[in-house]
Nanobody, 127 residues
């Protein structure tokens, strides 16, 4: 059974850091891509970063280099390292997969391309 479970969210002050984890079961992150999304209250879900089996990464331009996606193939976990966070980074963070072995900038950060989602983890950044 395919499952994605996020953790690591919480409250942090602006300028601080958080590392989110997405524990994957049912597929190997060494074979299929995994992405991170964020949803702010009242807004649509937005793609942040995606990593493919060969560690090729695509990021949303809006992140300005503050976030890093990585994975541990042995543990089957995908991470999102969030640095220099801002109050605008508050929201629910989700990991997802569409079981694609490759990614492309034209579609890799579109939520409607993803069929499998975790339950989300909440991040609150205070100023």
């Amino acid at each position: 059974q395919l499952q994605l479970v996020e953790s690591g969210g919480g409250s942090v002050q602006a300028g601080g850091s958080l590392r989110l984890s997405c524990v994957v079961s049912g597929y190997a992150v060494s074979l299929y891509s995994t992405a991170w999304f964020r949803q702010r209250p009242g807004e649509e879900r937005e793609g942040l970063a995606v990593i493919d089996p060969k560690d090729y990464r695509i990021y949303a331009d809006s992140l300005e280099g503050r976030f890093t996606i990585s994975k541990d193939n042995a543990k089957n976990i995908v991470y999102l390292q969030m640095n220099n966070v801002e109050p605008e980074d508050s929201g629910t963070y989700y990991c997802a997969t569409d079981l694609a072995p490759i990614i492309h900038a034209s579609w890799a950060l579109r939520p409607n391309k993803y069929a499998y989602w975790g339950q989300g983890t909440q991040v609150t950044v205070s100023s």
